[in-house]
């Protein structure tokens, strides 16, 4: 029953790739021992008109939708009972249980007093979409670590875990579908309540039911991307049909997100505050063309789906979209002064996403993460 | 593995964590109405009442509130003036001087919070550091607040400051004298004590509006029709008059809605839907879907 992963052991090598990401590493360390001993605005360039700045666009807002296929997969597989899937399971679990890591770490970081980061657990304000997104996210957070821990215990060895775990697995996954509705939801919500700062553009009441559905279709996207990835990093087999029947999948619910998009786009007015901004209308209609319209057409293709090179670049415009959409709603369309990251802001974000790699890798390499289990 | 039996099982629990699951559902829908702590909007609190006509910006006021809330000065260049641009994390109001392009008309105007009747930042706050209190002030609760800064984010008139420069930044801004226990024991806020002109006004919310009314009908030529914050944003408890548009003077023109009704919908409604509504789909087609698992 223990499943080693000897043969991706074998190939250990101390690579450039390897050497960048413990680089990347040690930058975002210095950078967080920086930002905690001499504090936000010694280390960020944030200020009174722009309170929030790249770790919450990138690493809490983007992060978190490109996270969603661990929910999407374990309701496909444990739930719908699409056993097929099930080689993807494990490694879209790992990838979304890193993501969310780095969600909590960047509000950890990004809090002005990190070390009261558990105050939700004592002091609640539920009118708060905040608040909300606050407790599922470290829910959802414990309840991927349970759904992961499966893989660890059969790793080790030890069955009784192993099975106390499995013996739990679908009330988990179940938790895991409500509590990712709910704050997949409430990252838009947040931006609702502080609509009169985000831009005509992508401004409007419906942003918790958008940044739900481009979350699904995002994290649907990133396994397709990842399962890429892995294979040409662990020399894999590429499943194409599983990913092709997945791409159909994103094609639909991204169609739905485009539907809806476009008619709150037109009921909010956003056709009139068109051009009026140039900067931001050039990046509305990348995000729409380039990370909907174009990926979506694509999608709907057979043939597309069936090509290993073409989906994997749908896939990544559908990713590349939803990330630019979180940072054109919190960022870049965000009334407020403009703002650079400094070098400490970059080095924690890049650092913990170079650390979430070698993890990865790490996992990849002593436990049973593309091993079938039972 | 005896497959079947832990498909058994499974129902079992996945039964139980439904019934789990509806349980907090209503736990939170019914303590959401009971929760009024931070949330519970004043009617008739106490409020002042700025008419820039009457103020000659001697910042008299400034200063008081400095003292009476113990803010360090902000000196310019010289180190002689207490200069302030713009409200921060020591300033909590100042008077700024709003001058037209051709120099013909200008008007001072106080910044400072506008303790809104339902503050959006009340509802921000994921912790409920900021509150109303039973005065109607919005206050702020340091012990309570972790820094997220999304109150920041979601005041419209830019009121919340932070401390950037310390290690242990709090939340700054006006309180309407709460924290100083003026406001408790009845004074008027140190500001309004402090006006030699009588541009400040301090009273209940509905005594200055009538006020306010009363001066722009004695002096038609003089005022703008508007009292701000009458309906701004649902009402505020900061009530202005001027002589030159609210625009100019930097003051955003927003709507009656109070800012919090707009994530109703999401939160009171949708959440708790969502919460019922996902549990009982991804139930019902795990029992649905059940018979005809892949052969993997």
Redesign the interface.
Known sequence: MTVSAKTISAQRTLSWGRMLLWGLALWGLVAAIYRLTNGLGASTNLSDGRPWGLWISIDVLAGIALAAGGFTIGAIVKIFHMKRFYPLLRPTILTAFLGYVIGAASIFFDLGLPWRIWHPLVYHNLHSPLFEVAVCVMTYTTVLALELSEVVFEGLGWRTLRRLVGAIMIPLVILGIVLSTMHQSSLGTLFVLSGWRVSPLWRTGFLPLLFFLSAVAAGLSMIIVEANLAARAYHKKLDQPLLAELGKYAAWVLLVYAIIKAATFVMSGGLAALGENLWLTLLFLVEVIVGVLIPLVMLFSARVREDRHLLFRAAFLVAFGVLLNRFNVSLFGLKGVAYVPTWAEWGITLGMMAGAILFFDFMVRHFPIFEKGH | ?GKKI?RR???K??G???GG?LLTAGA?TA??KE?VR??KPVTDGYAMLYDATLCVGCRACQNACRRANNKPAELDPTGLYDAPN????DTWTLIKLYKSEDGQTWSFVKRQCMHCIEP?C????????LHITPTGAVAYDKN???????C???C?F?VP??????????IQKCDFCTSNGRLDRGEPPACVEACPTGALVFGTRSELLAEAHQRIEAHPDRYVDHVYGEHEAGGTHALYLSGVPFEDLGF?Q?DEKP??E??K????Y??PS??VG??TF??A??LV??G?????
Not at chain 2, 86 to 89: A, C, F, H, I, K
């Open positions: 593995m832990n099982e499974f129902l629990i996945a139980a964590s439904v699951l939170v303590s959401g929760e931070p949330f713009d409200l921060s994390g959006a009340v509802a921000a706050c994921p912790l409920g550091a309570i607040c972790f820094g997220c800064r999304y920041m984010v979601s419209p830019g400051r932070y401390e950037w420069d310390t290690t242990t930044p709090y955003p927003l800012l919090p707009s994530i919908i999401p939160l009171d949708a959440v969502i919460i996902m549990t991804s139930v087609a795990y879907t059940r005809e698992e892949d052969k993997s």
